[in-house]
């Protein structure tokens, strides 16, 4: 009867471990799901900031999806201060 009431005190623990474990990985994936977006000035769309190339431009911060819309970004807004 004792080893009994151990094996189920065992798998309660056990339970509670998995359990408590399942919750965290849960809400650490909502996390990851709600990143910040910026938006690219030149093909006007939106990027994940983390994977997004910045670049400072007279004091403001411009964010682009590739080094071909920065480019060409920098390119236009010299024509203009030209």
């Known amino acids: 009867m004792m080893k009994f009431l151990i094996l189920?005190?065992?798998l309660v623990l056990l339970y509670w471990y998995f359990a408590r474990r399942k919750k965290k990985l849960a809400k650490n994936r909502k996390r990851e799901l709600i990143e910040e977006m910026v938006f690219d000035?030149?093909?006007?769309s939106?990027?994940?900031?983390?994977e997004a190339i910045k670049i400072e431009f007279n004091g403001k911060t411009y964010y682009f999806c590739s080094k071909?819309?920065?480019?060409?970004?920098l390119k236009?807004?010299?024509?203009?201060?030209?």
């Open 41 to 44: 000035e030149n093909c006007k």
């Open 46 to 50: 939106y990027v994940r900031k983390k």
């Open 76 to 82: 236009k807004i010299s024509k203009l201060q030209s």
């Open 8 to 10: 189920i005190g065992l």
């Open 68 to 73: 071909k819309c920065a480019e060409e970004f």
